[in-house]
């Protein structure tokens, strides 16, 4: 042991070394982010491994290894000289797609988020001794180990760190008869809404389960604007995207309950603390809350999609003067035998929607309380909304253009038509339009299975 | 943060739409906007931070 001021000096010089390491870590942490970027981009590669891909990755290939820069050279002589079937070309291609880089890189992914995780873990550590917090023995001497002190200087840092915690637990002992709370209640809470949460974490999970790293960051980048109030939850309208942000919000406040309460194990703690966990359960709740409303909009959506609809019951929007915001007369020939296709499949669109085959867009946010939706063929579309006793009424016929703006502008124009016509007596309705019609897929040519 | 994640985003939809050769009429489509508002969003950031992740997820699945 030496003296006060030997410890001084020597705790200074290991706070030196602190920081140096920190430096050091961000830099490796940083070169690992960067090594998880260029993985993201070699996986379109693997997805489709053609010359042109591994071409468009070269840069990052080579930053990997070096050494693959005289293999690319070769795809690139081969491919610009019209070359790519030949033997050399092909192998030269399968050179790099072995590569044990490339063969095993959604492990090597894993590996450098672990690094990651593992520099995160060291870094709140050595904030922790420049801090002068309550630090890990256990990590405090193992970055002594890791330090260029001398064995003399190692021994009074460790003998400074010890007595200073001593003389800092003695000062903490009042504190320790200061009143505490019950966690008992907030806790069951907490483990209410955690089994809730899992019900949509496990009927939602298939949301998540194939986004790459780069998608998972953009959710999370999301996740932290509502966090840092820089986005409303409120103003998101892509249903399926708003439900991965609220699984991962939800999965984030839940990690930060179970830390702060030690899974739950916690049973009684300062006020202060109680009320610090009291808001993230909260928080906790508004996000569940948050899900299951979007949840039964969810359903309901579906619901309204998968309904068989009669397709003599069709509609249409007509103006002031009785006519429908489209002229058929426009349209050349081509364009007409589309919308007749539109029209002969309207009834059955629903479900390809509902597959996914995009032929058929809802319109999420409209300032009308009826589901609006949009169906295509090749560039034309037709829009139409849902109406009680499964009837559709048309509503604008347009390119892919102009779809979207023209049924708005229906959609904001006459909110209040078009949803009183979910009380309007339809039966009559589709009687008096039954000219109208047969006059429109007379034009069209359509065959009487779709009249009334 | 949310212009960090405009920007990140919208520089990678528009380098996926580059080199996929996306046609911007079919996207705006299956995003449920019109062209006009799709520039308009790229422009400016949207209130609407799930506009940018649908279309990046989108762009990430397109098949050329």
Redesign the interface.
Known sequence: MGTEEQFAIAWDKFLSFVREYVQKITLQKAQSEKNIESYTKIEAMKKEPTVDNVL?AQDVLISLDSSLKETIEIIKFFNENNGNELVQAKEALHKILTHPLIQNYQETIANEKAKIKNIDLNIVECEKCLNKESFSFRYLSELIEVSPLSENEKIAVLSKAILDESSKKEREIPAKEEPTVSLKELITTYQNLVAKGKIYKEKYQHLLGNK?P??ME??K??T??LH?K???IQ????S???M??LLIEMLEVEEIVATETQGGLTKEVSPTKKEEIEYYVSNLEEIIKEIISLDTERVEEKKSEETELDENRILFFLDEKNRPFFDIEKFSNEEQNRIANLFKSLTHTYESYTRGD?HT????KQKCDVAVF?N?NG?M?LSYALLPEETILVLQIAG??????ET?KIVRKYSVEIESYRTANLGALLEEQSNFKQELYDRLNIGKEVRR | ??N??WH??CQ?CLSLIT?KNVDI??L???L??????FMKYFNKPS????????A??LL?EWRE
């Open positions: 468009k790459t780069q998608q953009y959710i980048m999301i932290a604007c840092q820089e986005a409303d103003s998101f309208q892509y399926e995207e708003k991965m942000v995009r867009k809802f319109l999420t949009i295509k560039k579309c892919i253009k102009k779809i979207f703006e708005e | 943060m949310k960090i994640f990140k985003i990678e080199s009429d079919e705006s489509f299956q449920g906007v019109s062209k006009e508002r209130d609407d931070l799930t506009f940018y992740l649908k990046y997820n990430i």
